[in-house]
C-alpha cells in the first residue's frame, strides 16, 4: 500500500472501527444512491421582493401542489387541494382564517393532521431516515417520526396513529403542530436552492430575503451585478456606493439602508436640501411606486439628484485612475458644456433637460467639492461598518460565485462574453487576457481580494473590479455595451438609452454556441443546459425562456415589480426533480393576504422542458459521484481489514 493511502485509510479507520462498521456505512450509502434525486429550485432576479419571493419559497414553484396532488389526486377536489396546499404555505394566517370560520374545529383538525402526515410521507420518502430526522421541528420530533414512518409489525397502525392525533388536540397542540408540519414540509419538497443572481435592488426588502437565504438549509448563489454593486458598496468602494444609494433614492427605499442596515443619510440629506433647494430636480422623479408621502418624496428626489452627481463625479475619478478599463467615453462630466447645457456624445451634441450643477466646476467637473469628500468619507464608514451589510455580504461571499457547475448544468447570471463572430471574447484584466471559464474565474478571485487582501493596491483592484463586474461592457455579469444611466437621466432622444447586448443574447440561440459554451465549462453537452437570469423575457411579445432547443433557459424571475408591464408575467422559475426540468411561470404576485384569501399560487403555467426517460438517482448526481468515491475508499478499508494490513479497533 503507497503511504499515503495507508495513512489515509488509518484515519478512516478511526471513523470506522471495524468490519462490521465499514460494511454497514458502505450499505447505507449504496442504498442512498438509490433513492430517486432530489428536487432543486432555481430562481433569479428576486430584486428585494421579499414577499413574493418568500411566497415562491413556501411553494416550492408549484413543487408542494404536485406533491398535494400526487396523494391526493383521485380522492380531492381541487378545491380541498388548493386548501391544504395554502394551509402547507401559510399555516398560521390560514388557521386563523379557518378558526372563524369552522364550527367543528376539533374535526378539522383531525381531518388535517391526517392530511398533512399523508404529504410528509410521500415528500420525505424521498430521503434517508436519517436526513429527514435531522430536518424534523425539535418540540415534534419524536412524534412526527412516529406517524411518517409506519411500522411494518404494528398490528394496530390506526388506532395508534389515532391515538396520537387525538391527544395532540386534547393537549391543545394541534396548531402548532400544523404549523411544524406545514414547514416540515415545504422544506422537505425542495432539496436544495439555487439564486440565479440580483437579490438587490428596486424592491424593499432584500435584507430579509438575505436573512431568509441564510437560514435556508441547502442553497447556492450566483451573483448578479446588483449583488455585486453592494458587495462592492460593503467593501468601501465609492463608485459603487454612490449607485447603491442613488438605486435606492430611485425606488424610495432609503428607508432600507436607514432603518434596516442603520446607515446615517442625514449628510447626504441635509446636503441634498440645501443644494437643491430651489430646485425641482424634474429628471429625478422616483420609480415604481414608493411607499412614501409627499414630503417625503421631495426630499427624496432631492437626495436622488445630489447622489446621483456624486456617482458621476466618483466615476469619473476611477475612469481616470483606471485606464486600463478603457471607459474614458464614459467620463461624461468632462463631455458636458456648462455654458450651454449641452453634451457631446460619440461626435453627437445633445441638449441636457437639467443643466443646474452647483457643485461642479467646468474647469474640473469631476472634483468634490470638500463639503462632498466629507459625506462621502462618512458613507464610506457607513457601509463599512455596517455590521448587518457586512454579515449579509459574508454569506454571499461564502455560499456564492460568479458562476456554478451543479448537476450537468452551468448557472451564472448574465452572459459568457462572445466577440461578434460569436467566439469566446477575450478580455484584459489588469494586464492579463482571458476568455470563457478562464475570465469568470479571474474575476471572482479579484472579489475576493477586494475583501481580503492584505496588499491594499491588491485589494484597491478588487474593489474596482466590483464597479467593473456591475457595469463594463466586458463584464459577463453585465453584457452591455454602456449603462445608460446619465443618458437616461439627462437626455431626451431615447436613441442614446440604448443599451446594446453583447453578441451572446444572439449567438445563445444557436446550439452550437451552447455547446461550445457548455463544452468550455467541462459538461457533458448532449445532457446538460445553460441557465441564466439577468434579461427580463419580454413574453407578451412572444418571446421564449427557451433557447437552443431547451439547452438555454433564461429564466429571469420577473420578481421585479417594475418591470412587469414591460414583460407581460411575473417571469419564470426552475424545478429539476427527478423526473427532469420543469420550467414554471408565474403570475404577479398581489400580497401575502390576498395569497392565502384567494387561496392562488402565483405559478400560472409549467412547461416541461425534459423529461427523462428513466428517474434520476441520486447516484446520477454530483452528489452520488461524491458518495461512489467514498465507497471505494471504504471497499479499501474493508480490504485493509480482511488482509491484515490495518487490524480493527475495539
Ligand atoms: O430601470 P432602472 O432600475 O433604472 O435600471 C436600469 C439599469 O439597470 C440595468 O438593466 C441593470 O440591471 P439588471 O441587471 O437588473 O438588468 C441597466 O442595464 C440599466 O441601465
Ligand atoms: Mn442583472
Redesign the pocket.
Known sequence: MRDIESRYLHRLSEMFPTIAATSTEIINLQAILSLPKGTEHFLT?I?GEDEAFAHVLKNGSGAVRRKVQEVFGNTLSAKDMQSLATLIYYPKEKIEQIKKQEVHIEDWYKITLYRLVKVCKAASSKYTRSKVRKALPKDFAYIIDELINERADDGDKDSYYNEIVCSIIKVGRAEEFIVAMGELIQRLVVDHLHIVG?IY??GPGPHKIMDKLMEYHSVDIQW???DVLWMGAAAGQLGCITNVIR?CA??GNLDLLEDCYGINLLPLATYALNTYKDDPCTCFQL?GEPLINAEEQELNIKMHKAISILQFKVEGQTIKERPEYKMADRNLLESVNYEEGTITLRGEKYDLLDANFPTIDPKNPNLLTKEEVDILNRLEQGFLNCEKLQKHMRFLLNKGGLYKVYNNNLLFHGCVPLAKDGSLKEIEIYGQTYKGKALYEALEVYVRKGFFALNDEERQRGKDLMWYIWLHENSPL?G?DK???FE?YFIAEEITHK?TKNPYYEYINQEETANMILDEFGLITKEAHIVNG??PVKSKKGESPLKSNGKVLVIDGGFSK?YQKETGIAGYTLIYNSYGLILVSHDPFESKESAIEKESDIHSETIVVKRTKERKRVGDTDVGKELLGQIVDLEKLLDAYRNGTIIERG
Request: proline share 0%; charged share 40%; no cysteine.
Open positions: 432576479d430584486h440580483d435592488d428596486r448578479g451585478n446588483h438605486i430611485r425606488y420609480k453585465f452591455k449603462m445608460a444611466t437616461r443599451e439577468h434579461v417594475a
